[in-house]
Structures are given as C-alpha cells and as structure tokens.
C-alpha cells in the first residue's frame, strides 16, 4: 500500500472547522483513501473513504485534490469528544477479492480545545 | 450490542504464561483481521481471515503467536510463553467481503510482567 504523511499533531478551538492533511504522492490509481479516527482506549472507528471525487458523509467531508497526491478531512463543527487520533491510510479497491487490511500510520493526534 | 467484542479486555500475565483472546465479529461478517498496537503507534496487521481460512499472516506474527477462526464465526489468538514485548492492545476488526469498512472492537490490553 502506498504510504501517507500527516502532520504530528494539530490543535482545533471547539466549534471550528478542523481541516486534516494528508499527503499520498505515491498513490496508485485504483487505490482509495480512507480515514478512520482512534479515540483514546477504544478501537478505531472509520469515518469516511474516497476514490477521486469529494465525499460527504454525517461525520466529515473528503476533499481530494485532482491529481489525488493530497486529500484533506473536514470536520465542519469540531467538538470535544472529536479529540482523537486520525489516520489517513491508502488502499487498493477491497472488493474482487482483495485482502481488505488497513496498514495504518501513525496517524494526527488532533486535539479540540474548548 | 452488535458490534465487535473482544474478551477479555484487559490480561496481566507473568513472563511465560499462555495467554488466549478471544473475538466475536459482527455475525454476517465473513472477514476477521487481528492487529496489535503500542504506545504511540498505529495498529499493525498480524492476521486475516476469510470465513475460517487463514489467509494472511504478517511477519510480526511468530511462531508464539496462532490465530483459529474454526467455524467461520468467533476467533481466538494466542500467544505461548510470553514475553514483555509482547505487552500491547490486541485488535480485532470484522468486514463483509464487499465493504470497505472495518470494524473494530475495543481491543484486548496485555500486560506481560
């Protein structure tokens, strides 16, 4: 699977937009970009998954840029209980037979900050 | 609750001692993937099954480490003599076949002393 950067850390005031990057220059065209968050001693929870087109879902937006080497999550209304680790992971399409695994980073620890 | 449990959720063990964890997936899930996870990092891919087949196995996962899927439903992953760097969460996720998404439990907490 092709690799992702994310920023470290970010911080976010409550009520505000958090807008995560993240980087895939490698990222093959038949592979998706998916999000998933981890809130602190629980398991990971997925959020929100695209190919090239923007998504748009209850929790967040996809915004994938045309050439698909970046893609930033949104969460349009931040909140505390939003305050987790979030990782963006690339992967070849999990249908046809596919292994369907996440290999995931070490991801964005965004904190909301009341 | 219909979502993936894991028991038990937390095992302190000595040096040596066998440890099993059990996983229940969601129950038309016919995936089951176990991960590990330290402090600080992300979790790792250790195994997968489809239904009771056995089809990947990552390198992480020693000869100390055996993973049992036996009808296609709950899974068990346990680990033979263990050692301190064995202390870590274990993750246990379920997907359809034709879904993207996993989903995960709330993971097993090992403690080796």
């Known amino acids: 699977d092709a690799k992702t950067t994310q920023p470290p850390s970010m911080d976010c005031a409550e009520g505000r937009a958090a807008n995560l990057p993240c980087n895939h220059s490698?990222?093959?065209?038949?592979?998706?970009v998916y999000w998933y968050r981890q809130i602190h001693s629980q398991g990971p929870q997925y959020i929100i998954h695209?190919?090239?087109n923007n998504e748009t879902n209850e929790m967040a937006s996809l915004i994938i840029t045309e050439d698909r080497k970046s893609s930033t999550l949104i969460l349009p209304h931040a909140t505390l209980r939003d305050t987790a680790v979030y990782y963006c992971i690339v992967r070849a399409s999990p249908y046809g037979g596919a292994t369907n695994k996440l290999i995931f980073g070490t991801g964005t620890l965004l904190a909301v900050q009341p | 609750d219909t979502g993936v449990s894991q028991d038990p959720r937390h095992k302190i063990t000595k040096r040596g001692q066998n440890v099993t964890f059990r996983c229940d997936p969601i129950?038309?899930?016919?995936?089951l993937y176990w991960y590990r996870q330290t402090l600080g990092q992300g979790p790792e891919f250790l195994t997968y099954f489809q239904n009771e087949a056995q089809l990947e196995k990552s390198r992480l996962l020693s000869d100390r480490f055996s993973a049992e899927r036996p009808k296609g439903s709950f899974s068990t992953l346990e680990i033979q003599r263990t050692e301190q760097g064995d202390s870590a969460m274990y993750l246990c996720?379920?997907?359809?076949?034709?879904?993207?998404?996993?989903?995960f439990g709330e993971g097993s907490r090992l403690t080796v002393l």
């Open positions: 129950s038309e899930h016919n995936r």
């Open positions: 996720a379920s997907s359809l076949e034709v879904s993207g998404e996993l989903f």
């Open positions: 490698t990222i093959s065209g038949n592979e998706y």
């Open positions: 695209g190919l090239k």
